[in-house]
């Protein structure tokens, strides 16, 4: 499914954010990257949803080379691969169902199918009757909720979890993170990125340890500092 190979992301002459990264993400797997500031975490993802593109190395999601994809194929990658990021993204002025109808109709998808998948969405993140609500009218669970049901619309086969937890109290927290259990469930792979010993090791799966850039650690179990 993922399949990263000797991958190295320079910036310039001074920065090297990853160094010789062999990774392989089997289809289903949930995962997670760990690692404290500035070991390379947030290059790696935008690795993987093609923002970036590797200084050197392959890197395979799906098929897809993404090492050497034109720009015109990304917005076709990124319906395989879903993201949640911390700060949830949500439009302020749209309601919690346009914030993920947008989603569809900014790639084209009729308005039938708009009406399908949005209550699907809702469904499975546990939103029924709070569509009509702003983003200021939710909880900082809701909105990371709603942000989930936005990156489900086009039944990714991948979803990538950037610090999904960031801003949540812990109770909450937990629960966004059985809410990405119950998607990996359905089979879709799940990549959470995250610097929070306590989530991983309430997981108890795939741990894989970023250090200066370069992976020091695949086990599966609990999260110990590199």
């Known amino acids: 499914m993922i399949k990263l190979h000797n991958v190295s992301k320079s910036y310039d002459s001074n920065v090297h954010a990853l160094h010789g990264v062999n990774l392989h993400i089997e289809p289903g797997e949930f995962v997670s990257i760990v690692g404290q ?37 990304v917005p076709f990658l990124r319906r395989q691969i879903g993201v949640v990021y911390q700060d949830f993204k949500l439009l302020p002025k749209k309601t919690a169902a346009e914030n993920i109808a947008f989603a569809l109709e900014v790639a084209g998808d009729a308005r039938r199918r708009v009406r399908e998948v949005v209550p699907q969405v809702m469904r499975i993140v546990g939103l029924e009757g709070k569509e009509r609500r702003y983003p200021h009218q939710m909880s900082g669970g809701e909105q990371q909720r ?5 990156a489900l619309v086009h039944r990714p086969k ?3 979890a950037d610090e999904p937890t960031g801003n949540l109290d812990t109770i909450t ?9 119950k998607i990996n469930n359905f089979g879709t792979t799940v990549v959470l990125v995250t610097h929070d010993k306590t989530i991983v090791n309430h997981l108890k799966g795939r741990v894989i340890t970023l250090k200066d850039g370069t992976v020091v650690r695949d086990h599966v179990g609990n999260y110990t500092l590199a």
């Open 37 to 73: 500031s500035g070991t390379g975490k947030t290059t790696l993802l935008r690795l993987l949803i093609a923002e970036e593109r590797p200084s050197k190395g392959k890197i395979v999601i799906g098929g897809w080379d993404i090492s050497t994809i034109k720009s015109a194929q």
């Open 173 to 181: 927290a937990h629960e966004i993170i059985d809410l990405l259990r």
């Open 146 to 150: 709603v942000a989930i049901a936005r």
């Open 158 to 160: 991948v979803l990538v």
